[in-house]
């Protein structure tokens, strides 16, 4: 057999199995990828014929408050969540090292949070944060005042920010816990002997050494922010004043409830387009070349 | 019996080459489900040759997007409950729908149902695309215990009588007069700012389509936005009032609509039976005398114009709504006043009326419900509404006058 043909047998080899990816993509990926473009430069209402308006959704998106005041958001909700979820993942993953019995047990309960069906906490946190619900309740008894978690702006922010860490503490603390794991124990004991203190191994050995995996906390955290859709829809429904309307409600209701979808497909591009913005930013900034040798 | 068989295969065979066939959708709602159920098959029974495929809205994040998917894949059904005002106005603006005025009869069954006044609230450009299935009118639920034992016999009327008793039961953080706003959602605005304006101006319409404006911006709006800013700025209501307000005893009263009357009467019987109805509250200028309007929550039915038998169509809905015995059913299994305009009149109803005091009020409302207005923007406008006016009161972040100004700028470039 010549290498011609050995080649061919091997191209078609090559071609069918990855053929059904391909297909596969096209259909699934391709095909919804393309005809969002097309979309986000049209104006259609899902009933009437479909017009091409080039750009003018993309004017009409710099020109509206709206846009403006959701991008003020997603930063305002970023400044309370990422140091929040990454701190207490932290704090969660050395718990974890520290512990000898029952790991796989708090392991399993910290991410029963994040199996949880959104819509069943977004409930449970709205009953429970509520002005006469137990936690004001019990705050009241103690200090005579209640506190309005989803009433006042600011608050209502932290507030989701809160529930969102909730959900993500396990998930987050396993992959710190996997980087921490990683670090080989002979540096920490090489320390110990040159007489370094808790502190100082902590800022000098484990923080730089578990960068990558604090660097991938913080894409899927930052990927994540811009992705947030049930509890403020639920819960506060995207108010007080705004403040907690988010990208994704604002696509949803542009395009169904709005009947925009146009608008709403300009609004995803963007908001897609911020998210891997503030990855790049995000890995430029922190991430280094890290090695344990 | 091989003889009766094969008669039997014969006609299925022949009705499904030559028999029509008509695809309804209803609300998926477990109540008009059982409802439509056994109706649809009475009807499939009777009539072999037309076939109506029954079934509820699919299943997605609401009726419109389950419509609107069907619509643009080319597979919209028939005949469909369950529309509201505003889609029906976009579905009117894309002439989706057949005006029912031109099929045989139809104003023959309006008159018969006296719904003259009622399908007026439904007109666009002069054509009738919608009928009308239910009407909710929405009114004030007051505690009457509470009432009593600060010392007032019957409901407040007005705003002044709401100030007082509101100023004699809060309790900073604890207690308030009234639930005021019911929500954040657009569709709360039906039921608080439309509602108070409609009762403040006897059910005048809040926009005014031809001229592309709002037209809340008079004596009647100052008042409703007055009412609402003094009740926040005295703390005799709150943004969030927690679960239950009125059956924990947070507020003396709030709107309400009558599908909440079974699930009170089963959640909390004990409060259940305290509970006082009033029409909502109106402006102290208002006339003693005068029917106070509310707005009507209401839900119509539509024929697309994709159905290939339209005529056969509105004989299935003729059959359907000429029968006074098919409205008690609905009243019976659904609670939900029918859209028709002799509820109080007509004797088909009085047994249950006298059985059902809660009910037999919110049908003494049906001619005084004012549907919402027509209009492709409802919930741009009523988003606008939360934003720029209720939150800016509720909040304290600008003065009545101020907002409805900024309000109505804002709903002239909605529309324009």
New interface residues.
């Given amino acids: 057999m010549g290498l011609k043909s050995l080649r061919r047998i091997e191209a078609t080899k090559g071609w069918s199995i990855s053929t059904v990816y391909f297909i596969y993509t096209a259909i699934f990926w391709g095909y919804p990828f393309f005809w969002l473009f097309i979309l986000a430069l049209s104006k259609w ?4 014929p479909r017009k091409f308006i080039w750009f003018n959704n993309f004017i009409k998106m710099f020109q509206d408050e709206l846009f403006w005041r959701v991008v003020l958001n997603t930063f305002n909700f970023m400044l309370y969540y990422i140091p929040m979820v990454l701190g207490l993942s932290l704090l969660f993953a050395i718990a974890l090292t520290k512990i000898k019995f029952f790991k796989t047990f708090f392991v399993l309960a910290f991410l029963v949070a994040n199996v949880s069906s959104g819509v069943a906490y977004s409930i449970i946190f709205q ?1 429970l944060f ?4 137990p936690l004001n309740k019990f705050i ?1 008894a103690l200090t005579g ?2 506190i ?4 006042e702006p600011q608050l209502a922010i932290l507030s989701i920010a809160m529930m969102v860490t909730w959900k993500f503490i396990g998930y987050y603390g396993l992959i710190l816990f996997s980087g921490l794991n990683s670090i080989p124990k002979s540096l920490y004991e090489a320390a110990e002997l040159d007489g370094a203190t808790g502190w100082k191994k902590f800022w000098k050995i484990t923080l730089p050494l578990l960068n990558p995996s604090i660097v991938m906390v913080l894409v899927l955290a930052i990927s994540l922010v811009f992705g947030i859709f049930t509890e403020p829809y639920l819960i ?7 403040r907690t309307f988010t990208f994704q409600m604002m696509v ?2 542009t395009a ?4 925009d979808p146009g608008y709403a497909s300009t609004l995803a591009i963007v908001a897609a387009l911020m998210s891997f913005g503030c990855v790049i930013l995000t890995r430029k900034l922190i991430e280094r070349e890290v090695e344990y040798a | 019996m091989k003889k009766v068989l094969f008669v039997v295969l014969i006609m299925l065979v022949v009705f499904s080459a030559f028999g029509k066939e008509i695809v309804f959708w209803t609300a998926p709602n477990p109540l008009q489900e059982s409802f439509w159920k056994e109706l649809v098959q009475q009807w499939n029974e009777e009539n072999p040759d037309i076939q109506i495929n029954w079934s509820t809205i699919p299943a997605a ?2 009726s ?2 389950a419509i ?2 069907s ?2 894949s080319g597979r919209s059904p028939d005949i469909c409950t369950n529309i509201f005002s505003g889609f029906a106005a ?2 009117i ?4 729908l057949v005006p029912l005025e031109t099929l045989p009869g139809y104003w023959e069954l309006i008159e018969q149902r006296k719904m003259e006044q009622i399908v007026e609230g439904w007109k666009f450009n002069g054509h009738y695309f919608v009928f009308p299935i239910y009407s909710n009118p929405m009114l004030m639920w007051w505690r009457g215990d509470l009432l009593q034992k600060l010392g007032y016999d019957s409901p407040p009327r007005t705003y002044s009588e709401i100030y007082e008793i509101s100023e004699k039961y809060s309790v900073p ?1 604890e207690k308030f007069g009234m639930q005021v706003i019911l ?4 569709w709360d605005r039906w039921f608080d700012f439309i509602n108070y304006y409609y009762a403040a101006s006897g059910g005048k319409s809040y926009l005014d389509l031809e001229r592309a404006r709002a037209t809340f911006n008079d004596e009647h709006g100052k008042s409703v936005t007055e009412f609402i800013y003094k009740m926040f700025k005295n703390n005799w209501t ?6 239950y ?1 009125l059956y ?1 005893g ?1 507020v003396l009263g709030g709107i309400r609509g009558p599908w909440e009357i079974n699930w009170a009467k089963e959640q909390f019987p004990d409060v259940f039976d305290d509970i006082v109805i009033s029409p909502p509250p109106v402006p102290d200028y208002y006339p003693d005398e005068e029917p106070v309007y509310t707005f009507a929550d209401t839900k119509g039915l539509v024929i697309f114009k994709s159905c290939k038998y339209k005529e056969e169509a509105w004989e299935f809905l003729k059959w359907v709504y000429s029968n006074e015995e098919n409205d008690l059913r609905w009243v019976t299994m659904t609670n939900l006043p029918p859209a028709r305009g002799d509820l109080l009149t007509n004797e088909m109803f009085t047994d249950y009326m006298a059985e059902n005091d809660f009910f037999a009020q919110y049908a003494g409302f049906v001619p005084y419900a004012v549907p919402p207005a027509l209009t ?1 923007k409802t ?2 406008i009523q ?1 606008a509404l ?2 720029y006016l209720i ?1 800016p009161l ?2 304290d ?1 600008a003065g009545p006058e101020e907002a409805l100004t900024d309000i109505v700028r804002r709903i002239r470039t909605i529309l324009f």
Wanted: aromatic residues 12%; proline residues 4%; negative net charge.
């Fill in positions: 209402n899902f009933l009437t009953r509520a002005i006469n619900g009241y005042k209640t309005p978690w989803f009433s506060t429904g995207g108010g007080p004043m705004k949803y209701t169904f409830q709005k009947l | 994040g609401s419109e997007e609107l998917t619509i643009a976009q579905l603006e894309a002439d989706q953080n929500g954040r959602n657009w709150a943004v969030d009032l927690g679960n307000p924990n947070v492709t919930v741009d988003d939360t934003t939150e509720m909040y972040r």
